[in-house]
């Protein structure tokens, strides 16, 4: 079975971004970049398989700039076969990347497609949705658990109250949620490895599709400061605080 | 921008990705695996047996090391063990890496000089994190005079007889081997060779050293041999030429020391502008004051100085050409620049920094141990005034 997993390259989660003064956009000079937490995930999810047996070859596919090489670098350290770059420049709206993605799928023929649930830049939330839509693929979302039987996989969700199981048929996209898996750290031997292993790069024009933007950022700013606490004399003072001016009790 | 462990860092032309990629994934292993734990291993004393195959399997054991051994050497250079260090020193309990890397100290010689049959013995399992090796040199009669060890090793038959003591020895109570200096021939540095001495062996004997300034986390200990028999086998290089062998391991050992005391001052800094931007005195912060903002960036010039310095060095050593009077002093110029950092930042956090629970109270009792231990400061001094022929 192939497993293709989409890996997305977003400021590392350890940065405090800040908005860029003239508010156009959150500032990423020399910003320290990572593979996004979902994704590494799902690229954790695909190994896993391969290395049971269940899987034949990981395939880690990533659409940017050519910086986002170095996210495909990591998923091959990570234990992915080979990688796949689909070019673009600037920022790439979900559904232009979900578009990108149906075409490497059809390239490919991928039996499973792991995506991260979302990335944390932009928390939108949407790719492996739309990805479903567009490929008539099944879709089991906020994945904690993911086992594959034969031709079918089974799917437990996180959701509102509690968890859902879903009986998917292959091929299938799934959407990794936080407690899937805890990935694992990539060795300094295959870090050195990964340098060796096959990258292809693509254009959206050699997948067919034409990057249109439908969205406009209009202002991007920081939250609003948190006010400094005040110190209250007596528990009496505190529940009168809570009761009368925060009234977050009554 | 601010100053921060990663910001206070200069550029270096000769970090390409795949450094980067090793930093990020050892700082990962480091902020999962140990940094939680630190600071109970160092009260306790100890670190966890089972840290050294993890440490391993990431292939922070084996960096450098030829393959066939289970290391990895192919594409690694000298900015991988910097980073490696660097990351190391970040934990800022010094007894960390000081007892989970001591076989970089250990096993060069024998990787570098020793037979076959004793490399395939012992390399493997080292790297793999079963058994541990310790380099033992320092004898209670003295440390700096390397040239007049005392312990001698006399033949018998096939065996050598060895008989003295070696003490300060880092790692030497867990130790499965110690590549020991000992005396097989007449006075002096001519007389001196380097022999692999298993601590199974009958005779041996070892005592820890417990109460230390720092280190807490790192194993010390002293080591007794009582007419220990070991096969001439075990001879690591020629007999007599140990010396020479020592010499060699000394560069390697002060420039990861280098490494780490620059990092361990930009600790400091990053500890101390994390305080001065928060703590208010006198109606502005600390970091307002013309006297505190002085003292952060007089720590940073040092350290941009010493991480130039490193860098210098570490070029030399991927040239091929490694000036020992340029590395001793080296290591003169990171002990005094952590000295100073760890004074300074001391100062800013005030009394809070002497409290125990903080990287700077710990790196401030950790100087010493690297003024001193690897070559002392005085020494140091002393043979880079000889290489330049004063
Ligand atoms: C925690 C710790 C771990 C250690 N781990 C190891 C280890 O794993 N293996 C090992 O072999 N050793 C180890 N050492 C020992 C260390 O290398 C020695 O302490 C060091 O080399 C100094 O030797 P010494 O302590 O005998 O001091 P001495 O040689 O007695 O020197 C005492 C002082 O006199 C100064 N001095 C000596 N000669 C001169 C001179 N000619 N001119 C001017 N000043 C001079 C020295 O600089 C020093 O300040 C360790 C030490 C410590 C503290």
Redesign the pocket.
Known sequence: MKVLVAVKRVVDYNVKVRAKADGSDVDLNNVKMAINPFCEIAVEEAIRLREAGVATEVIAVSIGDKSCQEQIRTSLALGADRGIQVETEGAVEPLVVAKLLKGVIEKEQPQLVILGKQSIDGDNNQTGQMLGALTNMPQGTFASELVVDGDKITVTREVDGGLQTLSLNLPAIVTTDLRLNEPRYASLPNIMKAKKKQMDVYSPADLGVEPKAHLTTLKVEPPPERKAGIMVASVEELVDKLKNEAKVIS | MSLTFDSARLPNPHITPEHEEWRAQLRKFIDTEIIPYAEDWDEAGHIPIELWPKAAAVGLLGMGYPEEFGGIKEGIDSWHTWIANEELARIGVGGIP?SLM?HG??LPPVINWGSEAMKQAVAPPVLAGEKHI??????P?????VAQLATTALHDGDDFIVNGS???????LRANWVTT?VRTGGEGAAGVSMLLIPTDAEGFSRTA?DK?Q??WA?D?ATLYFDNVRVPVTNLIGEENQGFKVIMTNFNSERMFMSAAMEALGRVCLEEAVNWARERKTFGKRLADHQVIRHKIVQMKQRLNATQAYIRVCYESMEAGNPNPGDIALLKVQASETMEFCAREAMQILGGIGYMRGNRVERIYREV??NA????????MR?LAARQYGV
């Open positions: 000081a001591v100290i250990g310790a380099l033992g040199i320092t004898e009669g003295g440390g700096s005079d070696k003490t300060f020895i880092t790692g030497g200096a050293l230390k720092g280190w790192s010390t010493r141990v001193i231990g690897g070559g002392s400061e005085e020494i002393d």
